[in-house]
């Protein structure tokens, strides 16, 4: 899935490509995509023109002429790409906007599980699935004393409640194992048992990381593209996702993998031991 700076990447492209385009047309060829009635969707956004693509947490915001915004979450492997409305159909794409310059712009998803919804802009806080989430890595609301607060009342382990996006947004499988080796924390840790100074490390590890894969355009392992159909750079980066069964470049032991809180966990069991 992908995750905060992969998301920022395709904002980024986006906007290089889309904005000061005016819709003409919208053709929904799956309308599970929608959340709503697709053909209202497609209505409202006749002669609407892209004024800006914001981004939060792992939500695409496209900003639209008459207070509109569409709200889009890639989910797992959800991408736009710059196309023509006379190319052929891709079976995987789904959503097509077509613009009154005579290009379009689709909505590829192999697994369907992507969504998009059409608010009034200002709204997506309360009817959106953004309302679950807690403040964004990098952000002014997430700081150090919000961090420490928030991890005090959460039983569970702390890989579980960064992947939960109630305490910080932004965060997937990838960006989790890497922050938690950065700052030498056991994934299967309580979050609650975290002391101030561990707080501290993972705090300050989150941003990092977060930082510089988003300086990297994000990283592909599998399938991630943006909106250029350009692949990331921070795979180049990663020292424990995807690495189990190497060294651990700070120790030089063997990296373990497990399942935590449902996923595929890379730790190191010497620096990241239990506690």
């Given at each position: 899935m992908p995750e905060?700076?992969?998301?920022?990447?395709?904002?980024?492209?986006?906007?290089?490509?889309?904005?000061?385009k005016i819709i003409k047309e919208v053709k929904v060829w799956y309308p599970n995509i929608i959340i709503g009635d697709s053909e209202s969707f497609s209505d409202q956004l006749k002669e609407k023109q892209i004024i800006k693509v914001d981004r939060y947490a792992k939500f695409l915001l496209f900003r639209l002429s008459s207070n509109l915004t569409i709200v889009s979450h890639l989910r797992m492997e959800g991408k736009y790409r710059l196309a023509s409305p006379q190319d052929a159909k891709d079976k995987h794409d789904h959503v097509e906007f077509i613009f009154t310059?005579?290009?379009?712009?689709?909505?590829?998803?192999?697994?369907?599980?992507?969504?998009m919804q059409l608010v009034k802009t200002g709204t997506e806080k309360e009817r959106t699935g953004i309302k679950k989430l807690g403040p964004e890595a990098l952000s002014d609301d997430f700081t150090l004393s919000y961090f420490k607060q928030a991890l005090k009342n959460k039983k569970k382990n702390i890989k579980a409640t960064l992947l939960d996006q109630d305490v910080v947004s932004g965060l997937g499988n990838i960006y989790v194992?890497?922050?938690?080796?950065?700052?030498?924390?056991?994934?299967e840790r309580p979050a609650n048992s975290l002391t101030d100074n561990e707080i501290k490390k993972l705090y300050l590890a989150i941003n990092q990381i977060i930082s510089q894969a988003i300086k990297e355009r994000g990283t592909t392992v599998h399938t991630f593209?943006?909106?250029?159909?350009?692949?990331?750079?921070?795979?180049?980066?990663?020292?424990?996702?995807?690495?189990?069964g190497e060294k651990c470049f700070r120790c030089g032991n063997v990296l373990q993998k497990t399942r935590?809180?449902?996923?595929?966990?890379?730790?190191?069991?010497?620096?990241q031991e239990v506690k």
């Amino acid at each position: 899935m992908p995750e905060m700076p992969e998301v920022e990447t395709v904002r980024k492209t986006l906007s290089e490509i889309v904005l000061g385009k005016i819709i003409k047309e919208v053709k929904v060829w799956y309308p599970n995509i929608i959340i709503g009635d697709s053909e209202s969707f497609s209505d409202q956004l006749k002669e609407k023109q892209i004024i800006k693509v914001d981004r939060y947490a792992k939500f695409l915001l496209f900003r639209l002429s008459s207070n509109l915004t569409i709200v889009s979450h890639l989910r797992m492997e959800g991408k736009y790409r710059l196309a023509s409305p006379q190319d052929a159909k891709d079976k995987h794409d789904h959503v097509e906007f077509i613009f009154t310059d005579g290009t379009s712009l689709r909505y590829n998803d192999v697994r369907k599980f992507g969504r998009m919804q059409l608010v009034k802009t200002g709204t997506e806080k309360e009817r959106t699935g953004i309302k679950k989430l807690g403040p964004e890595a990098l952000s002014d609301d997430f700081t150090l004393s919000y961090f420490k607060q928030a991890l005090k009342n959460k039983k569970k382990n702390i890989k579980a409640t960064l992947l939960d996006q109630d305490v910080v947004s932004g965060l997937g499988n990838i960006y989790v194992d890497e922050t938690l080796w950065l700052s030498e924390i056991y994934p299967e840790r309580p979050a609650n048992s975290l002391t101030d100074n561990e707080i501290k490390k993972l705090y300050l590890a989150i941003n990092q990381i977060i930082s510089q894969a988003i300086k990297e355009r994000g990283t592909t392992v599998h399938t991630f593209l943006d909106a250029e159909g350009q692949t990331g750079g921070y795979q180049k980066h990663l020292k424990v996702y995807g690495r189990a069964g190497e060294k651990c470049f700070r120790c030089g032991n063997v990296l373990q993998k497990t399942r935590v809180a449902g996923r595929g966990t890379t730790f190191c069991p010497k620096c990241q031991e239990v506690k």
